[in-house]
């Protein structure tokens, strides 16, 4: 199993985008069977960067910067989560209830991360579900979840 903690605490510009990419090969290369462990990786490491102080997410008040190099490379790992959720369902039947549930679990976890906003009176830091919302507008992945 890929192990998302050791990759939490890099957050240097090169490092960031080796990560991407190992996750990007890593899904396109590995057999059926293995992909649950990727994604559920991806999630947990994409929800330790929501809950780290080192990575800067954006506010309501200061909007989504698409020109910012941190927030495009977060919204790109965002999107690679993405693909892979609106492909699971054509194969949740190849595979045990106990797969789906992993995977199901992995997402909400991802999905229910929110900030401690006590230091932020009037400063609300976007949540993983808004960069979700931004990568996939009509929620195609949700919808092929609840079919």
Not at 111 to 136: E, I, N
Request: glycine share 0%.
């Amino acid at each position: 199993m890929i192990n998302a903690f050791a990759f939490a605490k890099i957050n240097s510009v090169p490092s960031n985008d080796r990560i991407l990419k190992f996750y990007a090969q890593t899904f396109t290369l590995s057999p059926l069977h293995m992909t649950k462990e990727i994604y559920t990786s991806l999630a947990k490491y994409l929800e330790l960067c929501f809950l780290s102080r080192e990575t800067h997410i954006p506010t309501v008040s200061t909007g989504i910067d698409l020109t910012n190099p941190n927030v495009t490379r977060l919204l790109k790992k965002v999107r690679l989560l993405n693909e892979y959720q609106k492909e699971a369902p054509s194969f949740w039947i190849r595979h045990s209830e106990k797969y789906m549930e992993e995977i199901v679990e992995s997402t909400l976890s991802l999905l229910s991360v929110k900030h401690d906003q006590s230091h932020l009176v009037s400063q609300k830091v976007l949540d993983p579900v808004y960069f979700l919302a931004l990568v996939d507008t009509k929620a195609v992945w949700f919808k092929k979840w609840m079919v």
